[in-house]
């Protein structure tokens, strides 16, 4: 069955570079969240959205990042001005429900490399 | 969120039982406890999740105590595929958005 599929897989950025990342989740899906895993280290929190509502986006690290989901299914992850600390693998997860206990499924996330 | 405090590394051998321990001292009363896997260059994958007693499916158990300060993820009869970084997480009702917090996780590797 299809899970969460996440695009490019990879990216290679120069610094100060824009780059989008996309999230595809599970067709049904209402939830869906944002994270990001540096190396060695567990993922974290950026965003999360009901449906098309960015309901919390208290993670994201700075004014340059900037997500959306305008049709409640495919989200879009843009990092303005890329920056050597923005390299890191990011995760995109969506959820069935609103339950906060739903289980969330991961995809396999990108690996952004800003050089 | 609850913080949890799990062992950064544990090693074991194929066939036998791995038993990775989590600490939550803080857990809220509508916390739930969930365990993730991850493989290198995969999302995490959920594996279980329990409230309180014990919780089994067909991947792995989970113990919780009483006082539910801790937690307790076995894996039965492991194998080297097995070998991944294991993360607790606790959350629930507590967090309006569901949102996951991850600790650094325990990194298991089965050896032959």
């Known amino acids: 069955g299809a899970g969460v599929s996440q695009s490019p897989r990879y990216k290679v950025a120069k610094r100060g570079q824009d780059v989008a990342l996309r999230c595809d989740p599970i067709?049904?899906?209402?939830?869906l969240f944002w994270y990001q895993q540096a190396l060695g280290q567990g993922p974290e929190f950026l965003t999360y959205?009901?449906?098309?509502?960015?309901?919390?986006k208290s993670g994201l690290p700075s004014d340059r990042f900037f997500a959306e989901r305008p049709e409640g299914s495919v989200s879009t992850l843009k990092i303005q001005r890329t920056q050597q600390e923005d390299s890191a693998v990011y995760l995109c997860?969506?959820?069935?429900?609103?339950?906060?206990?739903?289980?969330?499924?991961f995809g396999p996330g990108t690996r952004l490399t800003v050089l | 969120l609850a913080k949890t405090t799990q062992p950064i590394s544990m090693d074991s051998y194929e066939g036998q039982e791995v038993n990775i321990t989590c600490s939550h001292n803080n857990i809220a009363t509508n916390d739930y406890i969930t365990w993730y896997q991850q493989f290198p260059s995969q999302g995490p994958r959920f594996i279980i999740q329990g409230y309180k007693t014990k919780v089994t499916n067909e991947v792995a158990s989970l113990f919780i105590p009483a006082d539910r300060k801790s937690s307790t993820l076995s894996l039965p009869r492991v194998s080297l595929s097995d070998t991944a970084v294991y993360y607790c997480?606790?959350?629930?009702?507590?967090?309006?958005?569901?949102?996951?917090?991850f600790g650094q996780g325990t990194t298991l590797q089965v050896k032959p």
């Open positions: 997480l606790v959350g629930g009702f507590s967090s309006n958005t569901g949102k996951l917090i």
């Open positions: 067709s049904g899906h209402v939830s």
């Open positions: 959205f009901q449906n098309e509502a960015q309901l919390d």
């Open positions: 997860a969506s959820s069935l429900g609103l339950a906060v206990q739903d289980t969330q499924y």
